[in-house]
């Protein structure tokens, strides 16, 4: 069954269709039915295997094994272009607006922008790293766009283009050829990039998710201050060995959030605030201290974190079927068939927890509680 993976998660089942690498929990007994699909076994002889065990009429089970293979294991099995796959008809400009040099895991990174719009979608979360020009430049990324589409080309190769509407991808696809980089891996040898925070305790990681407003990088932010180490946020590279890498982005900051951390990062106070017409959000951003890029580390857990100042703290295991049901929308799993794999045995061992708190120095302890598996 080469099109498909199939997982048991907790009382559920998780699909992985390969062609359009899309993840979907169902039931196991469909998950039977769509292996038996994928197999090419007929649908009269799959609704007839069926009849005694579920008790419903032929005609009933016929309909609903047709159903599924027409609505979910068709779609999913035909063959999907791959993105930006079609190279656009495009000409470099003769000169760019911005050009702008970082320092990265030892690497000089140049990025040339033909507008400020661009260098608006890139630039703040990169500036703690920019450095002063030079001609000793290991990559190249070249961001400009026409009266449609922005385009990326890194070192000469057409990366792709994308809409107005679709700038956010353009963004992820940016950030992907910077790991790609700075680690000298191709986009195949990850298992995947995670919309989550990460900290580093000791030898270990956690993965702190949480949805927009939950203040997952405000505790990120917190517990940078209190010794643990920022790895990456919002943007959480794992390699195909299910190691944690750092990213070197800022910590987006959010306005309501700057009173809070004032006092930890004074340089909070003075910090230029960005504009995000898309999200519809404000941030600052706030350098990540101690990142060593050439450590890697295993991840530990995964916290859904969320501040509530009607709760001083209360922390519970969650299934992973809950924490997987909130992951994988958010993320970038590899389309390759063993990383794939690798993912779903990766995640179904893995510990997750909702901790929620208003009381700053309880979670602190809490975090440090996973770490030392003493919660």
């Known amino acids: 069954m080469d099109l498909a993976l199939i997982k048991q998660l907790d009382d559920k089942a998780v699909v992985w269709f390969k062609n359009s690498n899309q993840y979907i929990v169902v039931e196991k007994l469909t998950a039977s039915i769509i292996e038996q699909l ?6 009269q002889k799959i609704a007839k295997s069926l009849v005694d065990e579920l008790d419903i ?3 009933e089970v016929l309909n609903f094994v047709t159903d599924l293979n027409k609505q979910l294991v068709i779609p999913n099995t035909i063959k999907h272009p791959e993105e930006n796959s079609v190279v656009l008809e495009y000409e470099v400009p003769l000169s760019f607006a911005f050009e702008n040099y970082y320092l990265i895991n030892s690497k000089i990174i140049k990025v040339v922008f033909s507008t400020e719009f661009e260098l608006s979608l890139i630039h703040p979360k990169f500036a703690h790293l920019e450095t002063t020009a030079t001609t000793d430049v290991d990559f190249l990324f070249q961001v400009f766009n026409n ?6 080309i890194v070192d000469g190769i057409f990366v792709g283009a994308w809409t107005h509407e679709n700038i956010h991808y353009f963004q992820g696809k940016f950030c992907m050829k910077i790991i790609e980089s700075i680690y000298q891996k191709k986009e195949n ?3 995947g990039v995670f919309h989550a925070s990460a900290i580093n305790y000791k030898e270990d990681a956690l993965l702190i998710l949480g949805d927009s407003g939950n203040g997952k990088s405000t505790s990120l932010a917190l517990l940078q201050a209190q010794g643990f180490h920022c790895i990456a946020d919002d943007f959480v590279p794992i390699d195909t060995n299910h190691k944690v890498v750092a990213f070197p982005a800022g910590i987006s900051i959010k306005p309501k959030a700057v009173d809070v951390l004032i006092s930890e990062y004074p340089s909070l106070k003075m910090a230029a605030e960005y504009y995000y017409e898309r999200l519809n959000k404000t941030v600052r951003y706030l350098p ?3 990142i060593n890029y050439k450590k890697k580390f295993p991840c530990k857990a995964l916290v859904f974190i969320k501040y509530d100042t009607s709760v001083e703290l209360k922390v519970s295991k969650i299934s992973n079927l809950e924490a997987f049901e909130s992951l994988v929308p958010d993320s970038w799993i590899s389309k390759v068939s063993e990383n794939a794999a690798s993912f779903l045995t990766w995640f179904s061992n893995l510990p997750c927890y909702q901790l929620t708190y208003s009381n700053n ?3 602190y302890a809490t975090i440090k509680s996973i ?3 003493e919660l």
Do not use: A, G, Q, R
Request: charged share 35%; net charge negative; aromatic share 12%.
């Open 38 to 43: 994928l197999c090419k076994e007929s649908i």
């Open 147 to 152: 009266s449609k589409d922005t385009f990326l």
């Open 361 to 363: 120095e309880m979670m």
């Open 288 to 290: 990540p201290k101690n």
């Open 189 to 191: 040898e990850w298992m």
């Open 57 to 59: 009429p032929l005609i």
């Open 371 to 373: 770490f030392e598996e």
